[in-house]
């Protein structure tokens, strides 16, 4: 099996895939791992690979253009653009690492370690321009409901993970199948049903948690896919209003659960 990782950082890889299980099954020749430093993918001589946001906010976003061109340099295929069809390969996964992604679980682990490559995107920054997570990945996942600087530690945990899945990577194949997390996947709920009353949550269980709004940077036309025209337009309310409601569609699409959260708290806000 293959991992490429795609980062700004590839020295940081140097050490937490030199040990345990993940050096033996380098060494077996079980998987194959490629570190990629995005800056080769730059063209200006400051090697930039991220911009400011349009429609304004803190920090900076990491651009389409080298995270595109790196993955296809990679795959050796061109992603497409916005007036083509591209079928992604069933073998393969491209996979963002965010803060706004869907919780990678132990399930999520096992259907990774069926596949022959996985390519990881570490993000950085405040985020990346929401074309990559549309048009590149092929799933935008998060390992929890906390923020870190980037993506390269996620990677490094989700690659271990799956490595010690695969035939032949542990010294004793039952370890893997009698552990945390493998009978049965646990599923989380803001709210318990007893017989058929509902039971509230506790308080902390239904904060207003919502999933950060997509980004987009320059260009404002990349490959035909266009940065909303409300972000462009200089009206602030405007892209505020505009934010919190792509924030609210991405929380209800890869995190149904905090959804229902938000969904509960309402409803029992309005029955006080």
């Not at 090697?47 to 400011?52: F, G, L, P, S």
């Not at 679980?105 to 950085?124: P, V």
């Not at 902390?204 to 035909?224: K, Q, S, V």
């Not at 924030?247 to 029955?271: C, F, G, I, Q, Y």
Request: net charge negative; with cysteine.
């Amino acid at each position: 099996m293959r991992f490429d990782l795609i980062t700004i950082f590839p020295e940081f890889f140097a050490g937490p895939l030199e040990h345990g299980i993940v050096r033996k099954a380098r060494e077996s020749g079980l998987i194959e791992i490629d570190v990629q430093d995005l800056r080769v993918f730059t063209k200006d001589k400051h090697r930039t690979v991220d911009d400011r946001p349009f429609g304004g906010g803190e920090g900076m976003v990491l651009k389409p253009e080298p995270l595109f061109e790196a993955v296809e340099h990679l795959l050796g295929d061109s992603m497409g653009d916005a007036a083509t069809n591209r079928e992604f390969d069933s073998k393969t996964a491209i996979v963002l690492l965010s803060a706004a992604g869907k919780k990678f679980t132990q399930g999520t682990a096992r259907r990774y370690a069926l596949l022959e490559r996985i390519l990881f995107i570490c993000g950085r920054y405040e985020g990346v321009d929401e074309r990559v997570a549309e048009h590149l990945a092929t799933e935008e996942v998060s390992i929890g409901d906390f923020v870190l600087s980037g993506g390269e530690l996620p990677a490094a945990l989700i690659l271990d993970a799956v490595t010690r899945l695969l035939p032949g990577a542990l010294g004793n194949e039952a370890s893997s199948q009698n552990e945390s997390f493998s009978q049965t996947e646990p599923v989380r709920t803001d709210y318990a049903v007893a017989g058929t009353q509902l039971v509230a949550p506790q308080p902390e269980a239904i904060a207003d948690l919502l999933l950060d709004f997509p980004h987009y940077t320059r260009p404002a036309d990349f490959r035909g896919w266009k940065v909303p025209e409300v972000l462009i337009g200089g009206n602030h309310a405007e892209v505020a209003r505009w934010r919190r409601e792509q924030a609210v569609e991405k929380t209800r699409r890869n995190r149904p659960d905090l959804a229902l959260s938000r969904m509960l708290r309402s409803d029992l806000s309005d029955s006080e």
